[in-house]
């Protein structure tokens, strides 16, 4: 009787054993399915907000110099969206400026952020036959970048610039950790009220050519790229 009993005890001993493993290995694989179901999610969710604007992307002049201002909401400047740009046969085209060839300056305006504004510059992509506006005669000086503001707009958004690089200064002369923690935290919110997000160049021939982030005026970080709406292949 003594052997039987101990028997069975060994018995329910390994099966309550064998039992508690598998409830672990349950137990551990739900774990897993769920941190791989919230990394998943997760990963679905991360597209929109890398191609999202954020105000920490603003950008001010970086020289004081104004361009000659083209009426942004005049006929002058194109305004398209990234439904405008279709894919044939892996050329990208936008119909708007089929009949168009040239170089277009490139912007996106914190008020738009969803629309690309193009300026033609040049009737070539070799920098030749520059484009002459009623409103900006090339003998009064030059369009760029800036041309997308009013004088008065470009003084604004260059003194924010100015200010900008005064508390900058005031910062790297301090030794106070709170005082440089404090100018350096001006300017970065006022350079954030600024009102551009991008400015660049394209290349257009009956297809996009190329386009880059290239501009003297407001430098704008590659890395935002991906936010513009066109297309990076």
Excluded at 161 to 188: G, Y
Aim: aromatic share 10%.
């Amino acid at each position: 009787m003594d052997n039987t009993s101990k028997s069975d005890k060994r018995q329910k001993s390994n099966k309550q054993t064998k039992s508690d493993k598998r409830t672990k290995t349950d137990t551990n694989s739900d774990k897993r399915f769920k941190s791989i179901t919230r990394s998943s999610s997760l990963s679905r969710s991360t597209p929109s907000k890398i191609n999202e604007w954020y105000k920490r992307h603003s950008l001010c002049p970086k020289m004081p110099i104004h361009q000659l201002t083209v009426n942004r909401m005049g006929d002058n400047w194109i305004k398209i969206s990234n439904k405008d740009i279709v894919e044939k046969s892996g050329k990208f085209i936008i119909k708007k400026l089929n009949r168009l060839p040239g170089v277009y300056i490139v912007i996106i305006l914190k008020e738009y952020p969803k629309t690309i504004f193009l300026l033609r510059e040049f009737a070539d992509l070799y920098f030749n036959q520059q484009i002459a506006y009623p409103e900006a005669p090339l003998d009064l000086g030059m369009i760029g970048h800036s041309s997308i503001y009013s004088d008065n707009e470009f003084k604004i958004e260059w003194l924010k610039e100015s200010v900008a690089r005064e508390n900058e200064l005031l910062a790297s002369k301090s030794k106070d950790k709170k005082t440089k923690k404090k100018h350096l935290r001006i300017a970065r919110k006022t350079r954030e009220q600024c009102l551009l997000y991008f400015a660049g160049h394209l290349f257009y021939d009956k297809e996009i050519v190329v386009w880059n982030n290239h501009s003297g005026h407001f430098q704008p970080d590659k890395k935002v790229k991906n936010k513009v709406g066109l297309p990076l292949e």
